[in-house]
């Protein structure tokens, strides 16, 4: 088949420990899945299901990227959360099987347009343009979880210039990664490559222009950004 024009190279993320990088289907992220978190942005966490959106997979850049602030906003704000990339594909995954579908583990930055996103949320409209953009999706080298199992409770933590502003532990999440999981596959046909955002916990907060943005989760490599003037 021939293509008009070629693309940029399918994104992937580099593996600890292996030379062949992961390649990158689909983002999945996760909403208001750590109580502190809804309530600071004057939510209640949702008990019923978890909810979603996506980010494309051309919004990934590496961790250690020197990135310009993000156009189309004057309220860029991090989010700190741990991803999961998924290996094997399966529909209605049960709760019980789900870990069988993780890959690995990473550790991630939600970048958020926070302007934008409020402003969608007012005017009851779709939270895209808040959240997938240009390099917003940060990713870390990803672990094998056969290296990191059980993902257990880990300690999640994000600095900006050395100053700590999100510190809360992987227990605290609402929707656990396997329920995520075998929620998720009752809404898509899950696959390898896809990836899940599980979301933030307390203290995101806006950045700017020459900001130092670390995040950090306990066992896997860290995730950071400089930002550069637009
Ligand atoms: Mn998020």
């Not at 021939?2 to 992937?12: G, Q, T, Y």
């Amino acid at each position: 088949m021939k293509l008009l024009f070629d693309l940029p190279p399918n994104p992937s993320l580099q593996i600890v420990g292996q030379t062949s990088r992961f390649p990158v289907r689909r983002i999945f992220c996760v909403g208001r899945n750590y109580a502190a978190h809804a309530a600071e942005m004057g939510n209640e966490v949702d008990r019923e299901a978890p909810f979603y959106f996506t980010k494309s997979a051309h919004s990934i850049a590496p961790s250690g990227a020197e990135l310009p602030y993000a156009l189309g906003t004057s309220d860029l704000h991090h989010e700190m959360e741990l991803v999961v990339a998924l290996g094997k594909a399966g529909t209605r995954i049960p709760l019980q099987s789900a870990h069988e579908h993780i890959f690995g583990y990473g550790a991630g930055l939600d970048m958020t347009r926070r302007d934008l996103q409020a402003a969608a949320k007012e005017k009851r409209r779709p939270w895209a343009t808040g959240k997938d953009f240009d390099a917003s999706a940060i990713l870390a080298p990803l672990v094998p979880a056969a290296l990191l199992e059980p993902i257990g409770p880990r300690r999640i933590a994000l600095s900006v210039n050395g100053d700590v502003r999100q510190d809360a532990q992987l227990s605290d999440m609402v929707w656990s990664v396997p329920e995520l999981i075998a929620h998720l596959s009752t809404l898509y046909t899950l696959a390898p490559g896809d990836l899940i955002m599980t979301g933030t916990p307390a203290g995101v907060g806006p950045v700017v222009a020459g900001d130092f943005i670390e995040g950090q989760i306990d066992g896997l490599p860290p995730v950071s950004l400089r930002l550069l003037p637009r």
